[in-house]
């Protein structure tokens, strides 16, 4: 993977709790470990499907541009 690269961590079906595979705090260790953002979601409700992407956004808007010379 690209060093460059962004890389988010969603845990999704939260409107499934009863069905959870991975507690919210294991996600949350193993997306600290490996320095990237977690996110819990559900893409049924709608939870923090507009706060990933627009962290996403928020991300790229702020990252370095590099433009390969030409010449």
Known sequence: MSPNALVVLAGNKTDLSGARKVLKKEAQ??????????????????????????????????????????D
């Open 29 to 70: 260790a193993l997306a600290l470990s490996q320095e990237v953002q977690f996110f819990e979601t559900s893409a049924k409700t709608g939870e923090n499907i507009r706060e990933i992407f627009q962290y996403i956004g928020t991300c790229e808007a702020q990252a370095p541009t590099t433009m390969a010379a030409t």
